[in-house]
Each structure stands twice: as C-alpha cells, then as structure tokens.
C-alpha cells in the first residue's frame, strides 16, 4: 500500500523535511498496520531532525506519537481488530499517513474522546503521571512549582494538580502564555520576563517554599528552583 510520509535524509534545519510516497510494510504476527487520524507534534521531534536524538539509518520516518484505526492485523494479535481506534507513543515513524506497530505500544481509545486530543496527550500525559506518581506521590494540600506550565507538559500537569487538590505554581515567560496556565488550573503564575521567581514563590507561600519543584528547564533556573524549595523539600 502506497502512503504519503514526512522522512529525512540527513540530520538539520526544518528544510531536511521531504514529503514523499513510499511503500507500507505489512505487519508482522503481533504487529498492526494503523491508519493515522491525528498525528501530536512533539519537542522530541525536533531533536530527531536536529541529530540530538539519532536514528537507526536513513532515510528515516520521524514523528513519536499519533491516533488512528487499525486496518490490517498480525496473525497472532487477538487483544485489537480492524477498525479499533487506537494510540500509540514513542517509537518514530507517525509523520505518516500510515505506520505498523507492535501491538504492545497500543492503547485504544475511549469512545469519548477525540483522536486529536488522544494524540496530542498520551506521552506527555505519561510524563506527568511519572512526574506526579513516581517522582513524588503528589499528594491534597502539597504546593509545587513547575517550570514551562504552559507547555504541552505543563498545561496537563496544570489540570492534573488541581484535580488532586495540590497548588501549583507555573512560571511561563510571556502573559498570555501566562493566562494560557492559569486557565487549565494552576494556581498562581509567574512571569518570568518582569518577576523574580524565588521571590514570587516565597511571597506566595509565606516565606515556607514550595514541597517539589519540576524544572524542565534547568540551567537559567537551577538556581531559582533551588532557592523556591522548602527545607527537605524536593
């Protein structure tokens, strides 16, 4: 089956992007071959294209995460059929209208929900429920400070904190970015192009710091995240 994709045969700027037709491989026995419905942009993505993140070999299909319905099934797969929607996160290859997948990375998706939010969500909703339930076991009462709170990450985080009951403090470096977390449930935001972040974080918790902060972004603000954090905190 012949299907459009987005591949690169070498590692740089956005113009190593090539659209192109090629061949879909069938899959193999505890594979699936999934028609793409929604396709997530991913920050990874772009190290996959910079070299940041290598490749096996060239050319190379990039794209992390994507939705679809099955359409072809592997002959031992008997837990997903043709026609199931699914979505699936973390191997390249869904800057396609097509890919084959192995069975094991596949979720399907709750009748309720779109497949362009299924896409856009799964491995950065997999980074939160790390971040929340293995990092730290974010618990009712706690306040945190996380770094980027308007980001893909920080955005589901947002509304993850607050459906647990815990304050989050977001930093974000413009005011609508700003009002973009504020507006998915964190708690109180801080500017980071006109505020002092240590500072707003002690103000805001009465000189106590926060119990965790999540920086994601490190070196500009390694040392304010490290002044925002309570005694034993994390």
């Not at 026995?29 to 999934?34: K, M, R």
């Not at 031992?76 to 699914?86: E, M």
């Not at 973009?180 to 002092?196: E, F, M, P, W, Y």
Request: proline content about 3%; overall charge positive.
């Amino acid at each position: 089956m012949k299907i459009g994709a987005i591949r690169i045969y070498k590692y740089g700027p956005p113009s190593v992007l090539k659209w192109e037709e090629i061949e879909a491989s069938d899959p193999e026995p505890n594979q699936v071959l999934v028609r793409h419905t929604a396709v997530g942009f991913n920050f990874a993505d772009t190290y996959y294209r910079k070299g940041l993140y290598k490749v096996a070999d060239f050319p190379a299909t990039i794209g992390i995460e994507a939705a679809g319905i099955i359409e072809a099934t592997g002959k031992l797969v008997n837990n997903f059929k043709i026609g199931d929607r699914v979505v699936f996160g973390g191997g390249i290859g869904t800057y396609a209208e097509a890919s084959v997948r192995n069975v094991d990375e596949l979720v399907k998706v709750p009748r309720w929900m779109d497949d362009r939010v299924a896409a856009a969500a799964l491995t950065k909703g997999c980074t939160v429920q790390y971040l929340f339930n293995q990092t730290h076991k974010l618990k009712k009462g706690e306040t945190i400070l996380f770094h980027a709170a308007a980001g893909g990450v920080g955005l589901i985080a947002s509304q993850w904190a607050k459906s647990i009951g815990a304050k989050m403090i977001g930093t974000a470096s413009t005011r609508e970015k700003a009002r973009l977390a504020l507006r998915n449930g964190c708690k109180h935001v801080i500017d980071t192009s006109n505020q002092d972040i240590a500072k707003e974080v002690m103000r805001l918790t009465n000189g106590q710091g926060v119990d965790v902060v999540f920086d994601s972004v490190g070196h500009d603000q390694w040392t304010a995240s490290l002044a925002s954090v309570r005694k034993y905190g994390l």
